[in-house]
């Protein structure tokens, strides 16, 4: 019974497909050579930072999975704040998947939402999805009644401060959002 065939992050049915039983899955689990992170979701044990652990598992389940708001903010290194769980975004009408722990899920705004949407590669190939330092500060003041507006005014401040960081740019992604955008406007002639 081979781990190494499956994708870092799989489902019961991608074990299936791969040749596996459901009680072989279950013995691996018990070996403790895979981890199961959500209902019918496994990752391989070792395989997956484990800051990313349950967006591979998200992502598992579903495509769309993206890492956003304070998650997002501490992938990009923009804040000091260590998040509790995991944010994941799903557009608006997916429905969540069940059994995670330590997830938050948040639901947004399908025209929306690719704006700003980017891929890295966690492991092996494994293709994760994550908002933008600009989409991330942007979300960050459009939710700063959710998430307190200390985070996006910090997370701003940090990006100003590095090289290449562009209001222009910022101000960009913003005008897709029309209810953030006096606001982020009115922080960057604050910060400037």
């Not at 799989?10 to 992170?37: C, M, N, P, S, W």
């Not at 995991?86 to 690719?114: C, M």
């Not at 101000?171 to 982020?184: E, N, T």
């Amino acid at each position: 019974m081979s781990v190494s065939t499956l994708a870092p992050a799989f489902t019961l049915d991608d074990a299936r497909a791969a040749g596996l039983r459901k009680d072989q899955v279950y013995a691996l689990l018990t070996a403790g050579r895979i981890e199961r992170l959500g209902r019918s979701v496994y990752v391989r044990t070792g395989t997956i930072d484990p800051a990313f652990a349950a967006l591979a598992a998200a992502t598992a389940l579903r495509n769309a999975a993206t890492l956003c708001l304070t998650s997002a903010l501490a992938h990009h290194d923009l804040t000091d704040q260590i998040p509790f769980g995991t944010d994941i975004a799903l557009p608006r009408g997916q429905r969540h998947p069940a059994g995670f722990e330590y997830v938050t899920w948040h639901s947004f705004d399908a025209a929306t939402f690719t704006i700003g949407r980017e891929t890295f590669d966690a492991a092996d190939g494994l293709q994760l999805a994550a908002y933008s330092a600009e989409r991330t500060i942007v979300d960050s003041f459009r939710l700063a009644h959710h998430e307190g507006p200390d985070l996006a005014y910090t997370a701003l401040r940090r990006w100003l401060q590095r090289r290449g960081s562009s209001p222009a740019s910022l101000l960009q992604v913003a005008a897709s959002f029309p209810k953030a955008l006096p606001r982020i406007r009115q922080a960057l002639e604050a910060l400037l």
